[in-house]
């Protein structure tokens, strides 16, 4: 591997600063301290910061020369509303809250690419270095968009990073197009008319007409879309009643939808909405139909994909970058960033779990798991990475 000498020699430093995130998590906007840490160390490192876009937000800017050129980094801030059973020293201090996705890992990159490139200024142009808040389900990368992200920092292209468990630590997974799934929710109550257990025919019974409309939403899947397009409709949760001798008035279904193809999408919304209703309607019910679109699906662009691809392989190898990973249908805001700039986002192998120090949970190491912690031998690599990204791509002329 080609990790950069003075990101090494900082490694104990970053690993400090990894797991002082990691210790004390914050959910979705409330990263207060968060922010405060991570600005403090770019102003301790002299690097000028923007404070406070999308709420809890952080952008760092490092110039050098005169070239108008710019490029966006982004990191996450934010943790999960999960108990950590993990016991280590660095385990988290807040109840109920914890790093469990790796974002005090991606901070901690991408303050560790800060401290090299303030210090190295090996480019000509602007790197803007963006903390954002709330990727898990508030759509910070969003609301710092809203508050002028693109407009007071204009840059051509944003890259994003995430650790991905299962893919070996000096390994990356990337692709060009859709590589993330867009994340929907839908929320259908079933209004009938309670009864008496014994005297269904006095009512009209809410679990029936549920259960129908259930069963039939998989034929969207598997009659009405194309076999060739991904999707996913999961329900995750149906509530009615109380006891076992009432039918009661109302049912409720609730759950996920994952696409990659907004056109898929639009017609699972439809034949969803279309069953549900005519269902309802053939049982004499009604129903109250709520679908919410939340991040859209993550598109990788072509070039920017390429141009990172070659990076890549320029640090840890040809052989250990797999530039056709296969999709998931996970979720990440980052796809807003990328509806609006060219970009890409890749995966960093955080590998299997051994990395774990005495103390773990007995859980895998997986993502948003509460015995899932970061690889901290990953903080040199995506360091270099992004610091490499940048020089090419404000290479000096
Ligand atoms: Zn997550
Ligand atoms: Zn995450």
């Known amino acids: 591997m080609q990790l950069i000498d003075p990101i090494i020699e900082f490694h104990h430093e970053l690993q400090a600063i990894r797991r002082q995130i990691h210790a004390n998590p914050e959910l ?22 923007l ?14 020369g005169n070239s108008d050129r710019a490029i966006g980094l982004r990191a996450d801030m934010d943790a999960l509303p999960i108990q950590e059973i993990n016991t280590f020293p660095h385990t988290s201090k807040n109840p109920g809250k914890m790093h469990a996705c790796g974002h005090d890992g991606h901070t901690a990159m ?49 890259f994003g990073m995430h650790n991905w468990p299962g893919i070996p630590v000096g390994e990356f997974g990337v692709t060009a197009g859709p590589m993330m799934a867009s994340s929907n929710e839908f929320e259908v109550i079933v209004s009938g008319k309670g009864a008496h257990a014994a005297q269904p025919h006095k009512g009209i019974d809410p679990i029936m007409v549920a259960v129908q409309i259930a069963q039939s939403w998989q034929t969207i899947i598997t009659r009405n ?21 009432v039918i009661p008035d109302n049912a409720s279904l609730v759950g996920t939808v994952r696409t990659f193809n907004p056109e898929v999408l639009d017609l699972i919304e439809t034949r969803m909405r279309a069953i549900a209703e005519h269902t309802a309607q053939a049982f004499d019910a009604t129903v109250e139909f709520n679908f919410k679109r939340n991040y859209p699906a993550l598109i990788n662009h072509a070039q920017e994909t390429a141009f990172a691809v070659e990076i890549l ?15 998931t249908m996970g979720a990440e805001d980052f796809a807003f960033m990328l509806q609006d700039k060219p970009g890409c986002y890749v995966f960093i192998g955080n590998g299997e779990g051994d990395h774990r120090a005495a103390g773990h949970g007995l859980g895998p190491c997986n993502l948003h798991n509460p015995s899932y912690d970061f690889n901290d031998d990953l903080l040199p690599i995506g360091a270099t990475y992004w610091v490499r990204l940048a020089e090419a791509f404000l290479k000096q002329r």
């Not at 404070?51 to 050098?64: A, D, E, H, L, Q």
């Not at 392989?313 to 797999?322: F, K, L, M, N, S």
């Open 51 to 64: 404070r406070g876009m999308g709420v809890t937000g952080v952008v760092g800017i490092i110039r050098n």
């Open 313 to 327: 392989q320029g640090i840890v190898g040809a052989e250990r970058v797999d530039a056709q990973v296969e999709p």
């Open 110 to 158: 991408l303050l560790g690419a800060a401290h090299y490139l303030s210090r190295h200024k090996n480019f000509d142009g602007t790197v803007y270095l963006i903390f954002q808040p709330a990727e898990e389900g508030g759509g910070g990368a969003k609301r710092m968009m809203d508050d002028g992200l693109f407009t007071q920092c204009p840059m051509q292209a944003v």
């Open 28 to 49: 979705c906007f409330e990263e207060r301290e968060t922010a405060e840490f991570v600005a403090g160390k770019l102003t301790e490192w002299g690097i000028p910061v």
């Open 225 to 245: 879309k194309s076999p060739i397009d991904a999707a996913a409709l999961s329900i995750t949760q149906i509530h009615a009643g109380s006891t076992t001798n």
